[in-house]
């Protein structure tokens, strides 16, 4: 006897559940709310797109008008610094014939002080001892025979900038000549007997400073550049061999073969050095009570 149900056979509806999930992966819902995100995209590319493009256009007329602006500029900066240096160059012109006539001054005021004191015994034992005091306070020039000594920095070595990749040439640190080395030179030579110095054709006073100001260095102010020549004027059969054997000479010698730093000393039969820029009278004493009146 046939039975009959009015349920499906199992087998078909699994067969079409399947089939529904492989070919509609995406609920419709998803689907839907999918579509109306991807209008909403376009429409906004499409309204900020023109506002991209504009900002574009108004940044590149930005650059281009300075762009402009700086090349218009350029010839105009060329004169300024043109004429800068040429004020710089005129005005040092006129502060060495300054200088030139200021050390004619001094030669005729000593010259006058000499004849003025040369009357008397005292007034030439006078004179004697302010050429003394004169010649070690660099108020005058002198000449004589001495010593030379010429420190360098170590010859540049060649390496590879770290930035553009180029070659490019540099002192290494340890070759290049410092202030402090200057000034174990100079403290040497007086050591030695120096009795006047001069760095660079720059004349050593009892206050004169040899320090850095940034690369440079600085003798009273004034900068000075490698090689550096150091004039010592003083007898040379003592002043050779006492700064020669000295432990700075040593040293220094040391530093030549071991970084490269130039260190030579050379003996001179006559040296010529200036007198002091700059200096200033700070303490002065009579030596005699001051007479009022009477011939003069």
Known sequence: MAVSSHRPKSGSTTAAMLSSLLDDTLDPAYAEAAARRGERGETARSQTLPLVVGCVLVLGMVLGVAYSDTRAEAPSSERARLALLADVQRESARSAQLQDRLEELRAGVAEAVDDALAATQEGRR?????????????????????LVVTLSDAPPEESTDPVTGE???????????????????????????????SVDGERL??????RT????????????????????????????????????????????????IGFDLA?????????????????????STPRFGGPR
């Open 167 to 197: 070659p490019t040439e540099a002192v290494p640190e340890a070759g290049l000549v410092l202030d402090i080395d200057v000034q174990a030179v100079v403290n040497a030579l007086w050591a030695a007997g120096a009795e006047a110095i």
């Open 126 to 146: 006078q004179s004697a001892l302010v050429r003394q005091l004169e010649t070690a306070t660099a108020v005058v020039a002198v000449d004589g025979p001495g």
């Open 205 to 210: 006073a009892p206050t004169s400073s040899i």
């Open 267 to 287: 003996r001179a039969e006559e040296l010529s050095l200036a007198a002091a820029t700059d200096y200033d009278l700070r303490y002065a004493e009579s030596t």
């Open 213 to 260: 100001a940034g690369e440079a260095i600085l003798v009273d102010f004034r900068p000075v550049a490698s090689p550096y020549l150091v004039e010592a004027i003083g007898d040379p059969d003592l002043l050779v061999p006492r700064f020669a054997g000295s432990e700075t000479a040593g040293r220094y010698d040391a530093y030549r073969q071991l970084y490269g």
